[in-house]
């Protein structure tokens, strides 16, 4: 959808312009105040002739021009026929204030698919209903319901948030700047995810943030990130719907549902998307990334302490929000020997001590070095500024970082205070000025300074998503003989196996196979064997592969009635090793999604798993299963054997590629337990739901 008339509009009406306090006063006001251009400003009230010296229309339709946009400050029931007005003068573009839509319930939600029709007939780029509207501080637009103190807030940072009070907050900011800001409200016929393109694509937003509810254009919010991801932009998404409650507000809030939680950060993790945990990150990391003159290179930060303490506090810090410490090279190390007093300490975190704090040569030195050093990626400045009160030391040490920062080679330069209150006005425009993020105290800078750090570090390999064409209302379940045999026709390595349905098959096929045996009821019907008693291990003989078959056809008579029993299924017994999962979810939005993690019966209870959409490269699947709190198992925990990861990668990239060829026909599958052992891995059991109908199989 064009959205140019909507944000970018050359000419504007305010409907319901005021004087008196409310949207159309409170709106009115701020275009006056905030705006570049007021020369195709049109003001329209019947009831009014002139508002704030500037004539008053009595209908859009006696403006003499064209309008791009009108900004509707009037009651729910005159929204559609003044967008009937607007369309007759060539509108693109409509903000709606007004409530009483989807949020309200059913009879609200049916007046907003009105809305949605009659603004998609007219082809009008709808904001809203139940927004605040938005600012443009690029060409000075500012169409915003709530009323702002008069100061400079335009920037680089392109907000768009679902809820309006969000975007007061980011307004309210003394240290933020905007390209645009954005409350999406409602999300009529211009959803979120077309605001996020819009500010993906566009050239005066450097950083995009966004607080979210709902998805309703997956494929376009993966488009747009992978859009993002080969720009190098950074996205930062908070997203709430994590707890039951969140998703319940959600809904009452903007009448859009949570998509789930755990498969949309799949997504963000693959393309770099960066997710909040809360506001006071989402503000921060945007932030950062609005002042920060250029990328670093790399993840390997080298912190610099005027004491001991901070010194011992920001080790701590940097190793709970997995910063890594870069090493100096043996000369740096050397050099900074020369610089530092005898009780100062050249390691990482760098106690430079205060003597070097006051001294604006000796420091410009030493970040010389530092940055000087190919280990190193990034700087990190983390100083206990006295607060509220703009010292000697902290003016000497912002002197210096805008000093290094105008050579070139100098190295990313970030600063963490390490108490609140403490970041003096002088010091944060200086280091603004010298493109230093002068990041949030304690605990909050740290973590912002890991995701700055982990969005430099990755690497965006273009991967086509295998989004289904469609998803079938039907679908069945496979035996696990048919699931595995599934597997091996689409290049899966699986075991040797049989089907047996009497004594005689069952002998015969042990033959073949070898003993000793695993023997499992054959059957579409039961997922959970063990349950019913339908599992016999480590067969080792006819007379007791016989036995096996009569036990376990009869516990599934009685445990299962009803269930299809359609004899045994043998299978040599594997190799034990660590027991892993490996499955696959058909998202209705985002298409098949792969997840591993630690198998057998400790699934549901550890719930030690990752996710990421189908399909995966090599290096993606190591990174997965990296991730595993279970990962030091398969690297030889205690003593036990190193485990041949790589062919555990191997075979989940493989699942991910037969899981996007068969994106129209895979629902869901199981592959538990997966043995991984120091020689291979081994599949052991599946599970396969496809979609259709099982009367026509």
Same mark, same amino acid.
């Given at each position: 959808m064009d959205?140019r008339?909507?944000?970018?509009?050359r000419s504007?009406a305010i409907v319901g312009?005021?004087?008196?306090a409310?949207f159309?006063?409170d709106?009115?006001?701020?275009?006056?105040?905030?705006s570049?251009n007021?020369d195709?400003l049109y003001?329209?009230?019947?009831?009014?002739?002139?508002?704030f010296?500037?004539r008053s229309?009595?209908s859009?339709l006696?403006?003499?021009?064209?309008?791009d946009?009108?900004?509707?400050?009037t009651p729910?029931?005159t929204?559609?026929?003044?967008?009937?007005?607007a369309a007759?003068?060539?509108?693109g573009?409509?903000?709606?204030?007004?409530?009483g839509?989807?949020e309200?319930g059913e009879?609200?939600?049916?007046r907003?698919?009105?809305l949605?029709e009659?603004?998609?007939r007219?082809?009008?780029?709808?904001m809203g209903?139940?927004?605040a509207?938005?600012?443009?501080?690029?060409?000075?637009?500012?169409a915003?319901a709530?009323?702002?103190e008069?100061?400079?807030?335009?920037?680089?940072i392109?907000?768009v *948030?679902?809820?309006g $009070?969000?975007?007061l907050?980011?307004?309210?900011? %003394?240290?933020? =700047?905007f390209s645009? @800001?954005?409350?999406?409200g409602n999300?009529?016929n211009?959803?979120?995810?077309d605001y996020?393109?819009?500010?993906?694509?566009?050239?005066?937003t450097?950083?995009?943030?966004?607080y979210?509810e709902g998805?309703?254009?997956?494929?376009?919010l993966?488009?747009?990130?992978?859009?993002?991801?080969?720009k190098k932009?950074?996205v930062?998404?908070?997203?709430i719907?994590? *707890?039951?409650?969140s $998703?319940e507000?959600?809904?009452?809030?903007t009448? %859009?549902?949570? =998509?789930?939680d755990? @498969?949309?950060?799949?997504i963000?993790?693959?393309?770099?998307v960066i997710?909040a945990?809360d506001?006071?990150e989402?503000?921060?990391i945007a932030n950062?990334f609005?002042w920060l003159a250029?990328?670093?290179?790399?993840k390997?930060?080298?912190f610099?302490n005027?004491?001991?303490?901070?010194a011992?506090v920001?080790a701590?810090l940097?190793?709970?929000?997995?910063?890594p410490?870069?090493?100096?090279?043996?000369?740096?190390?050397?050099?900074?020997?020369?610089?530092?007093?005898?009780?100062g300490s050249?390691n990482?975190?760098?106690?430079?001590?205060?003597e070097?704090g006051?001294?604006v040569p000796v420091?410009c030195?030493?970040?010389r070095?530092i940055s000087?050093?190919?280990?190193?990626d990034?700087?990190?400045?983390?100083?206990?500024?006295?607060p509220?009160?703009?010292?000697?030391?902290?003016?000497?040490?912002?002197q210096?970082?805008?000093?290094?920062?105008e050579?070139?080679g100098?190295?990313?330069?970030?600063?963490?205070?390490?108490?609140?209150?403490?970041r003096?006005p002088?010091?944060?425009r200086?280091?603004k000025e010298?493109?230093?993020p002068?990041?949030?105290?304690g605990?909050?800078?740290?973590?912002?300074?890991?995701q700055?750090l982990?969005f430099a570090?990755?690497?965006?390999?273009k991967?086509?998503?295998a989004?289904?064409?469609?998803?079938?209302a039907?679908?069945?379940?496979?035996?696990e003989?048919?699931?595995?045999?599934?597997?091996?026709?689409q290049?899966?390595?699986?075991?040797?196996?049989?089907?047996?349905?009497?004594?005689?098959e069952a002998i015969?096929a042990?033959?073949?196979l070898?003993?000793?045996?695993?023997v499992?009821?054959?059957?579409?019907?039961?997922q959970h064997k063990?349950d019913?008693?339908g599992v016999?291990?480590n067969?080792q003989?006819?007379?007791?592969?016989?036995?096996?078959f009569?036990?376990i056809?009869?516990?599934c008579s009685k445990h299962?009635?009803?269930a299809?029993?359609?004899?045994?299924?043998?299978k040599p017994?594997l190799?034990?090793?660590v027991?892993?999962?490996?499955?696959v979810n058909?998202?209705?939005?985002?298409?098949p999604?792969i997840?591993?993690?630690?198998?057998?019966?400790?699934v549901e209870?550890?719930?030690?798993?990752?996710?990421?959409?189908a399909?995966?490269t090599?290096?993606?699947?190591?990174?997965?299963i990296?991730?595993l709190?279970?990962?030091p198992?398969?690297?030889?925990?205690?003593?036990?054997?190193?485990?041949d990861?790589?062919?555990?990668?191997?075979l989940?990239v493989?699942?991910?590629?037969m899981?996007?060829?068969n994106?129209?026909?895979?629902?869901?599958l199981?592959i538990?337990?997966?043995?991984?052992t120091?020689?291979?891995?081994?599949?052991?059991?599946?599970?396969?739901l496809?979609y259709?109908?099982?009367?026509?199989r």
């Amino acid at each position: 959808m064009d959205l140019r008339k909507l944000l970018k509009p050359r000419s504007v009406a305010i409907v319901g312009a005021s004087e008196k306090a409310g949207f159309g006063g409170d709106t009115t006001r701020n275009y006056l105040k905030f705006s570049k251009n007021l020369d195709h400003l049109y003001f329209v009230n019947p009831g009014r002739d002139e508002i704030f010296g500037r004539r008053s229309y009595h209908s859009l339709l006696e403006i003499e021009e064209d309008v791009d946009l009108v900004i509707l400050c009037t009651p729910q029931k005159t929204i559609i026929p003044l967008l009937q007005d607007a369309a007759r003068k060539k509108c693109g573009g409509a903000v709606v204030f007004a409530s009483g839509y989807s949020e309200t319930g059913e009879e609200g939600r049916i007046r907003q698919e009105e809305l949605v029709e009659e603004a998609n007939r007219l082809g009008i780029a709808v904001m809203g209903p139940n927004c605040a509207g938005f600012a443009n501080f690029i060409d000075g637009i500012f169409a915003y319901a709530f009323l702002v103190e008069e100061r400079d807030r335009s920037g680089n940072i392109g907000m768009v *948030s679902q809820s309006g $009070q969000i975007v007061l907050g980011g307004l309210d900011s %003394s240290v933020m =700047g905007f390209s645009h @800001v954005i409350s999406s409200g409602n999300s009529c016929n211009v959803k979120v995810e077309d605001y996020l393109e819009f500010l993906v694509e566009d050239d005066d937003t450097k950083v995009v943030a966004a607080y979210i509810e709902g998805v309703t254009k997956p494929a376009q919010l993966a488009a747009t990130f992978q859009k993002a991801a080969q720009k190098k932009k950074p996205v930062v998404i908070l997203k709430i719907g994590r *707890s039951g409650k969140s $998703q319940e507000l959600a809904a009452s809030h903007t009448g %859009s549902l949570s =998509g789930a939680d755990k @498969v949309l950060r799949a997504i963000f993790k693959r393309y770099g998307v960066i997710e909040a945990g809360d506001l006071e990150e989402l503000m921060g990391i945007a932030n950062a990334f609005s002042w920060l003159a250029e990328l670093p290179r790399g993840k390997r930060c080298v912190f610099m302490n005027v004491s001991g303490g901070e010194a011992g506090v920001t080790a701590d810090l940097s190793e709970e929000y997995k910063i890594p410490l870069a090493d100096y090279k043996p000369e740096t190390r050397e050099y900074l020997q020369t610089l530092v007093p005898v009780y100062g300490s050249v390691n990482n975190p760098f106690d430079m001590t205060a003597e070097i704090g006051y001294n604006v040569p000796v420091m410009c030195k030493a970040i010389r070095a530092i940055s000087a050093d190919d280990q190193v990626d990034a700087i990190c400045i983390a100083y206990t500024i006295t607060p509220e009160v703009w010292d000697v030391t902290m003016f000497r040490m912002v002197q210096a970082v805008s000093i290094v920062r105008e050579e070139p080679g100098i190295k990313p330069i970030f600063w963490i205070p390490f108490i609140e209150h403490s970041r003096h006005p002088e010091s944060a425009r200086m280091l603004k000025e010298a493109g230093v993020p002068l990041l949030p105290c304690g605990r909050y800078g740290f973590s912002i300074l890991h995701q700055v750090l982990e969005f430099a570090a990755f690497k965006y390999e273009k991967i086509e998503a295998a989004i289904p064409d469609c998803h079938p209302a039907q679908s069945y379940g496979m035996s696990e003989f048919e699931s595995l045999s599934f597997l091996e026709k689409q290049g899966v390595p699986i075991p040797p196996q049989a089907v047996a349905a009497s004594h005689e098959e069952a002998i015969q096929a042990a033959k073949t196979l070898g003993y000793p045996l695993s023997v499992k009821i054959h059957s579409a019907d039961i997922q959970h064997k063990s349950d019913v008693g339908g599992v016999k291990l480590n067969i080792q003989n006819d007379e007791e592969l016989c036995r096996a078959f009569d036990e376990i056809m009869e516990n599934c008579s009685k445990h299962a009635p009803g269930a299809r029993l359609s004899g045994v299924l043998l299978k040599p017994m594997l190799k034990p090793g660590v027991e892993m999962i490996i499955g696959v979810n058909n998202d209705r939005d985002f298409g098949p999604m792969i997840m591993v993690g630690m198998g057998g019966v400790f699934v549901e209870l550890f719930k030690d798993v990752q996710l990421a959409p189908a399909p995966l490269t090599q290096k993606q699947a190591e990174k997965m299963i990296q991730e595993l709190r279970a990962y030091p198992l398969l690297n030889g925990y205690r003593g036990n054997p190193v485990c041949d990861k790589e062919a555990l990668a191997d075979l989940l990239v493989r699942i991910s590629e037969m899981a996007a060829r068969n994106k129209n026909v895979i629902k869901e599958l199981d592959i538990n337990p997966v043995f991984v052992t120091e020689d291979g891995v081994a599949i052991a059991d599946a599970l396969l739901l496809v979609y259709g109908d099982e009367k026509e199989r």
